[in-house]
Nanobody
Framework: QVQLVQSGGGLVQGGGSLSLSCAVS????????LAWFRQTPGKEREFVAA????????NYSESVKGRFTISRDNVKSAVYLQMNTLQPRDTAIYYC?????????????????WGQGTQVTVSS
């Protein structure tokens, strides 16, 4: 059973930066494609960024492209999301997700392993 444990997040002023981490255990990390999604109350889970199991393919939503960076560390079995130039509309609960042989899919249904979620709040 793959486990994803998230850390990071919190409160930041608009224009600031935050980073999220997601430690993955219980599986062969280098076989997993990884992604970040976010969700606000009453809305569906929204794709943020994804990275393929090889690390060669990255995929970003238009709303975060150029501001957020997804990366993975196969030695530490972790995936990261560096968020810069944060805006109030980025406020949400952020989730990491994993699927074996993932290729950067943006659909939540493509992922079968999820982290516990972490709150990111951006003040104006």
């Amino acid at each position: 059973q793959v486990q994803l444990v998230q850390s990071g997040g919190g409160l930041v002023q608009g224009g600031g930066s935050l980073s999220l981490s997601c430690a993955v255990s219980g599986g062969a990390f280098d076989l997993y494609g990884l992604a970040w999604f976010r969700q606000t109350p009453g809305k569906e889970r929204e794709f943020v960024a994804a990275i393929s199991h090889t690390g060669r393919i990255t995929n970003y939503s238009e709303s975060v492209k150029g501001r957020f960076t997804i990366s993975r560390d196969n030695v530490k079995s972790a995936v990261y999301l560096q968020m810069n130039t944060l805006q109030p509309r980025d406020t949400a609960i952020y989730y990491c997700a994993a699927v074996i042989y993932g290729m950067g899919d943006a659909r939540p249904v493509a992922y079968d392993n999820w982290g516990q979620g972490t709150q990111v709040t951006v003040s104006s």
